[in-house]
Structure formats: structure tokens, C-alpha cells
């Protein structure tokens, strides 16, 4: 079975400072990973995709995240956080049953303190 | 703007009305996804169409069901409403089925059932 843990519902940083949020996920084939932003009333927007090249993936607004099997997680990390990425993020892991399906976490507001 | 479009942007509706949301996909999208937000139950998967077939089942309820049409676009049916049913109800679109590609999110319709 596959599943998606984000560790943190809430995470606080002041502009200028790094972001970290943390995403581990389970599954029994080679993963397909995304993480998703959310502001207020608005879809959810692609910030990144981990589909078993490099490990090390690059997004859109200076974020990253990097996908460790041997810790089955894939951390968003961001070096300097901005008053404008204070949204939800989604961390989503893709497993095929037939048809490939995606799973969720339960999102991380993500605060940005002036 | 993800190239999704869904309407209406509100609805409001009483108990055990019945409604259509719309959703039309990227242009060259041929798979739909269905997804309901709410604040205690998070971002939920209902159902996915891929060129008219259903493909894959979430948590959607009996009352509720969709189809997609043959010019690719697709309407989610609510019906006998009950005041748990008020969500956020987004529509993603995607250019395949056979490989994890990532989704795109239309903008929402927020229903509130009074």
C-alpha cells in the first residue's frame, strides 16, 4: 500500500530564512513524488516532480526537494522564505494499481513572519 | 493560470438539491480527476475519467457520480445534499494515464449547502 506523511501541519520561519517541510511516504514500487501549493482560495499549483531521475529536484519560486529512498522521505526545502510562500503544500505520492492514483498528504500551512 | 476551467466559481443550494459542476480539462488533456476539500476531512480523491472511461475510484459517495464527454470535458453530479457536502470541489487534468504525469488544478467551486 502506498500512503503520504507530512510531519508538520503548521510551520512558522521569518522572511529571510530557510524553509524546511517534511514529507515521508510509503509505497511498494519505485515512486513517482510532487509536491503542490495552495494559497488561499486558489488551486492547487505544481511546484515540483520526482519521477526516478535525479534525486535532487528543482522547482518553480527557488524551491527544492530531495528524495532519499534509504529515509523514504522527500523534504521541500527553500533557502530563503518570501512573504508571498505562505500558502499549504502538499506533498503527493503516485502508485500504480491498474492505473496510476495519487495520494495526498494532509498539506502544511507554511507561515512566513515579517 | 492552469489552463482548467470550472464553473461556477459558488453555488449555494439547500438540503437535498441536486447540482452539476463543470469542468473543462487542458486543451490535449484526455484524463479528468475529481477531488473534494473540506476543513475536517483535507483534499479528498473522488473519481478519475480518462477519454470518457472511468479509470480509478476514491472516496466518492453513491449520491454523487460524473462522466466525461466526448469532447473531453466532464461534470460532477451532487445529489440528495446534505449540509457535510459544503466543500471545495476541484477538477485536475492530466495527458495520460500510464505514467504518473502531474495534474493540473482548476481554480474550484466552492458549495455551500444551507
Known amino acids: 500500500a502506498q500512503s503520504v506523511t507530512q510531519l508538520d501541519s503548521h510551520v512558522s520561519v521569518s522572511e529571510g530564512t530557510p524553509v524546511l517541510l517534511r514529507c515521508n511516504y510509503s509505497s511498494s514500487y519505485s515512486p513517482s513524488l510532487f509536491w503542490y501549493v495552495q494559497h488561499p482560495n486558489k488551486g492547487l499549483q505544481l511546484l515540483l516532480k520526482y519521477t526516478s531521475a535525479a534525486t535532487l529536484v528543482k522547482g518553480i519560486n527557488g524551491f527544492e526537494a530531495e528524495f532519499k529512498k534509504s529515509e523514504t522521505s522527500f523534504h521541500l526545502t527553500k533557502p530563503s522564505a518570501h512573504m508571498s510562500d505562505a500558502a499549504e503544500y502538499f506533498c503527493?505520492?503516485?502508485?500504480?494499481?491498474?492505473?496510476?492514483?495519487?495520494?495526498f498528504g494532509t498539506g502544511t500551512r507554511l507561515k512566513v513572519l515579517a | 493560470d492552469s489552463g482548467v476551467t470550472q464553473t461556477p466559481k459558488h453555488l449555494i443550494t439547500a438540503t437535498g438539491q441536486r447540482v452539476t459542476l463543470r469542468c473543462s480539462p487542458r486543451s490535449g488533456d484526455l484524463s479528468v480527476y475529481w477531488y473534494q476539500q473540506s476543513l475536517d476531512q483535507g483534499l479528498q480523491f473522488l473519481i478519475q475519467y480518462y477519454n470518457g472511461e472511468e479509470r480509478a475510484k476514491g472516496n466518492i459517495l453513491e449520491r454523487f457520480s460524473a462522466q466525461q464527454f466526448p469532447d473531453l470535458h466532464s461534470e460532477l453530479n451532487l445529489s440528495s445534499l446534505e449540509l457535510g457536502d459544503s466543500a471545495l470541489y476541484f477538477c485536475?487534468?492530466?495527458?495520460?494515464?500510464?505514467?504518473?504525469?502531474?495534474?493540473?488544478f482548476g481554480p474550484g467551486t466552492r458549495l455551500t449547502v444551507t
Open positions: 503527493v505520492v503516485s502508485s500504480f494499481s491498474g492505473t496510476y492514483k495519487y495520494i
Open positions: 485536475a487534468s492530466s495527458s495520460g494515464h500510464h505514467s504518473p504525469y502531474e495534474q493540473y
